[in-house]
């Protein structure tokens, strides 16, 4: 009996290792397919809607043909975001340099509140995309619906960062995992605690309600 319990508990480990890698390939793949700056957001929101769904309990569904659907669906508003993602990041990188190369008073100044928002814009991105795939709202509510979970939810944020600091140590331990889970261990790490998040909102949503 022992036997056989063991037995099972390794086909589901193996089973969810093959999930894993599977559509962290078809990531990689489809990412490369839109040239990487064409297919790296469509093929992250691919990703990340079949691991909600996983994580929801749909565990049989058709892999390919639903990342591809969703690739194709989210292509135009996908790359729309990583615009948006990208001028933000630029606007970073140029307050950073700025500040870098300044040594002033007024530098000095605006310091802290450059790295705060940089801090809450971080974090802000680990919910937006779990954002995207769960909730059916225009891209200007994605970004603040994002925000917002983030400011109230410090032990799902903590999560998060305590997560992708494992992941990172780990890939770079063994860089060969990245091909295989580097994409969809972060998904992962990223869309459990926010759907945990989303029920907890939904939850006090409905209590109010009643």
Do not use: C
């Amino acid at each position: 009996m022992a036997k056989s319990s063991n037995m099972g508990f390794f086909y589901t480990i193996t089973e969810w290792i093959t999930r894993f890698a599977y559509v962290n390939i078809l990531w990689l793949v489809f990412s490369l397919l839109g040239l990487l700056l064409f297919g790296f957001f469509p093929a992250t929101i691919a990703m990340f809607a079949i691991v909600r769904k996983w994580i929801m309990g749909e565990t049989e569904l058709p892999v390919f043909q639903t990342f591809w659907s969703h690739y194709k669906k989210e292509f135009v508003k996908g790359n729309l975001l990583g615009l948006i993602l990208v001028i933000l990041g630029f606007i970073i990188l140029v307050d950073l340099r700025f500040i870098q190369l300044s040594n002033n008073s007024i530098t000095a100044l605006v310091q802290i509140p450059i790295y705060l928002f940089i801090f809450a814009f971080i974090l802000t991105t680990f919910y937006l995309f779990p954002v995207y795939v769960h909730y059916d709202i225009n891209l200007f509510q994605k970004f603040k619906n994002a925000f917002l979970i983030m400011m109230i939810n410090p032990l799902y944020n903590l999560l998060m960062i305590i997560g992708v600091i494992t992941v990172y140590f780990a890939l770079t331990t063994i860089p060969g995992l990245v091909f295989f889970f580097g994409g969809s261990f972060l998904t992962y790490i990223f869309m459990w605690p926010a759907l945990r998040a989303f029920e907890k909102i939904d939850k006090k949503k409905q209590d109010n309600e009643n």
